[in-house]
């Protein structure tokens, strides 16, 4: 599976991160950039430390799962 994590600064500058199971193989990192820009301007969320400012990264993460029993 593949995960996007999405990394944002707070209002105290502390890290809020969003992640999004089962993201696409052909995702870019202009796409990525435009959704984050655009969930600090819209003002989607907001954490215990308050609004996201700022963007801080994003990692496309991948695990793998094996089944034991």
Do not use: C, P, W
């Not at 820009?37 to 990264?57: A, M, R």
Request: no cysteine.
């Amino acid at each position: 599976m593949k995960k996007l994590e999405m990394k944002f600064r707070n209002e105290l500058g502390r890290i809020a991160t969003l992640s999004v199971d089962y993201v696409r193989d052909d995702v870019t990192r202009e796409e990525v950039e435009t959704v984050m820009q655009s969930i600090i301007d819209k003002n989607v969320f907001q954490t215990e430390n308050g609004k996201l400012k700022e963007i801080d990264s994003a990692d496309i993460v991948s695990t793998d799962v094996v089944e034991l029993i």
